[in-house]
């Protein structure tokens, strides 16, 4: 089926055909069945979310019928967006609940926090690239995305003043895991994060705050754009 529906794709880029005339409705649903299902994602939350969430109106226009391929794209400013299978599987790694208070590091092009939307009660997303910070807050209000509060910043900080958070989701890879993220944790939160050395593999990890300590579980390798800081 896949292979099918990229060679679709790639008569309707031969053709020029206009955007009124792709199904991207029916590219998502393909989408969640060919590439989230078949792999395990079994939350139904997090696949309600990716079924509705219009990832193609998350990247630059000459990339949108890309959207719904089975990779990363870049959305400028040397950031991507993460393959589909990612964040469905960070989403899914969360054990999300409508009451949840989520905060995002590295919002990007607002993709991830538009999926987290659909599933918890309030997102706080942070980009330290202010364009991509001041082009998501747009984008997603646009959208109508009403529950998502986007912050230019440095995500290593994370947002002190909207903390407590019940999970908390790094968007890009770290060497470290910030403390003050651990802080602003609620007991029994959850956090995941890339972590290792840059311009290497490294490991997609999932920790859960306890009383005195965290418990660290290791879910898979990936590769990640860095987590920058601000510069002093």
Same mark, same amino acid.
């Given at each position: 089926m896949r292979?099918?529906?990229l060679?679709g794709?790639?008569?309707l880029?031969?053709f020029?055909l206009?955007?009124?005339?792709v199904?991207y409705? %029916?590219?998502?649903k393909?989408? #969640? ?9 079994r939350?139904?939350a997090?696949l309600?979310?990716?079924r509705t969430?219009p990832?193609?109106?998350?990247? =630059?226009?000459e +990339?949108q019928?890309q959207?719904?391929?089975?990779? $990363?794209?870049p959305?400028g400013?040397?950031?991507t967006?993460?393959q $589909?299978?990612i /964040?469905?599987?960070m989403?899914e790694t ?5 009451s949840?208070? /989520? ?10 926090a538009?999926v ?6 309030s997102?706080?997303?942070?980009e330290i690239?202010?364009k +991509?910070?001041?082009?998501a807050?747009k984008r997603?209000? %646009?959208?109508q995305?009403?529950?998502?509060? #986007?912050?230019?910043?440095?995500g290593y900080?994370?947002w $002190?003043?909207k903390?407590p958070?019940?999970?908390v989701i790094?968007?890009?890879g770290a060497e470290y895991?910030p403390?003050a993220l651990? @802080?602003q944790?609620k $007991?029994g939160?959850?956090l995941?994060? =890339?972590?290792?050395p840059? @311009?290497?593999t490294?490991?997609?990890?999932l920790?859960?705050k306890?009383k005195?300590?965290?418990v660290?579980? @290791?879910l898979?390798a990936?590769r990640f754009? =860095?987590?920058?800081r601000a510069k002093?």
């Amino acid at each position: 089926m896949r292979l099918i529906l990229l060679s679709g794709i790639s008569m309707l880029l031969c053709f020029g055909l206009a955007e009124a005339q792709v199904d991207y409705d %029916e590219l998502r649903k393909a989408m #969640v069945e060919n590439q989230l299902e078949v792999r395990g994602i079994r939350h139904s939350a997090t696949l309600e979310a990716m079924r509705t969430v219009p990832r193609h109106k998350f990247v =630059p226009e000459e +990339l949108q019928i890309q959207a719904y391929n089975d990779h $990363p794209l870049p959305i400028g400013q040397g950031q991507t967006i993460s393959q $589909p299978y990612i /964040v469905a599987f960070m989403t899914e790694t969360l054990q999300l609940k409508k009451s949840d208070k /989520v905060l995002e590091i590295g919002t990007g092009s607002g993709y991830q926090a538009a999926v987290l939307a659909q599933i918890v009660d309030s997102v706080y997303t942070i980009e330290i690239v202010e364009k +991509l910070a001041l082009a998501a807050k747009k984008r997603l209000g %646009e959208l109508q995305y009403g529950n998502i509060s #986007v912050k230019a910043g440095d995500g290593y900080h994370g947002w $002190p003043e909207k903390a407590p958070f019940d999970a908390v989701i790094v968007t890009a890879g770290a060497e470290y895991i910030p403390e003050a993220l651990v @802080n602003q944790l609620k $007991p029994g939160g959850r956090l995941t994060i =890339p972590v290792g050395p840059h @311009n290497g593999t490294r490991q997609l990890q999932l920790f859960i705050k306890k009383k005195n300590r965290l418990v660290k579980k @290791n879910l898979m390798a990936v590769r990640f754009v =860095p987590l920058t800081r601000a510069k002093d």
